[in-house]
């Protein structure tokens, strides 16, 4: 039931969600992604989900789910564009979440952080120019 719930939460990612977070994540919960790390605090998740909202474009779109001996994997695709200038980019990830009483314990996002950034001016150039020698 919760990762139905958790999959509608991101395929129709709006700010209607927002004030329903409390019933996704249980009191204490842990969010993790390459670039940030929230615990238990609500307000600072949905301020982090109104700076995605507000970017020119971005949709999550979850594609299937799997069951684990440590909680459940989602795979998804977030299609977003950083800049109103900037190229639309997509980046395949997993989410691992842990669960208890029909909440979400712990999040954790998985996915290449440095897609963000490659269509950033300077430090895209520097990041394909790295990904040629590694």
Do not use: C, N, Q
């Not at 209607?16 to 249980?26: D, T």
């Not at 684990?68 to 900037?86: E, I, P, Q």
């Amino acid at each position: 039931m919760i990762v139905e719930r958790f999959r509608a939460f991101y395929d129709t990612f709006s700010a209607a969600w927002l004030p329903r977070l409390e019933e996704l994540y249980a009191p204490g919960f842990v969010v993790e992604d390459p670039f940030r790390v929230f615990r238990g605090d609500f307000d600072e998740m949905r301020d982090y989900f109104k700076k995605v909202l507000a970017l020119p474009a971005s949709v999550f779109v979850t594609e299937d789910e799997a069951t684990g001996s440590d909680g459940v994997y989602v795979r998804w695709r977030w299609t977003y564009k950083l800049f109103a200038w900037s190229k639309e980019k997509t980046i395949p990830g997993i989410t691992h979440l842990r669960l208890r009483d029909d909440k979400i314990v712990y999040h954790r996002d998985l996915f290449d952080a440095a897609i963000v950034f490659e269509g950033v001016p300077v430090v895209g150039t520097a990041i394909r120019t790295s990904k040629r020698f590694v």
